[in-house]
């Protein structure tokens, strides 16, 4: 996670206002694919470390610094529909948005994922931002264990 946290630098400030998130697929101990947000937004992440595991990342576990969005546009699918279909075993994200990302729904990414048959397990030390406080904002915050 930490090696994730320091390749989400490489996405900021070019994907503003979008927030700068890393993704790193690892499969058998070995990284298959890396990504982080580009400039402007799109590619998120983790379409980019997809693009680069590609038949590898089935059985992958996802490290992302920010939850996977399920947020459908007309500039790309849902990243927790890529990584779902793409066959991604495990998603660690220590950051959630209390708005449930774009779309409002809570954790639907969870969702996502129970219905592919992927299980799920929420950690309690979960950190949640705020889209005023930002995710700089939640990193900075003290954390409760």
């Known amino acids: 996670m930490d090696a994730a946290a320091r390749l989400s630098t490489r996405a900021r400030p070019a994907s503003h206002p979008n927030p700068g998130v890393a993704c790193i697929l690892v499969r058998d101990e070995i990284v298959v694919g890396r990504g982080w947000t580009a400039t ?3 590619p998120h992440a983790e379409a980019a470390a997809l693009a ?3 038949d590898a990342a089935r059985g ?5 610094t920010l939850e996977p969005c399920a947020h459908r546009s007309e500039r790309g699918p849902a990243c927790c529909d890529l990584l779902a279909h793409a066959g991604v075993a495990r998603v660690v994200a220590p ?6 990302g774009f779309d ?8 996502v994922f129970r219905d592919h048959g992927r299980p799920v ?9 705020s ?3 930002g995710e700089e904002g939640a990193r900075k915050r003290p954390r409760k264990g």
């Not at 992958?60 to 992302?64: D, R």
């Not at 950051?95 to 449930?100: M, P």
């Not at 397990?121 to 931002?129: E, G, N, T």
Request: glycine fraction near 14%.
């Open 40 to 42: 402007g937004g799109r």
């Open 52 to 54: 680069q595991a590609g």
């Open 60 to 64: 992958a576990t996802a490290y992302v």
């Open 95 to 100: 950051l959630f948005s209390v708005e449930g």
């Open 104 to 111: 409002g729904r809570l954790d639907h990414w969870l969702t």
């Open 121 to 129: 397990r929420k950690l309690p030390q979960v950190v949640r931002f």
């Open 131 to 133: 889209e005023e406080e």
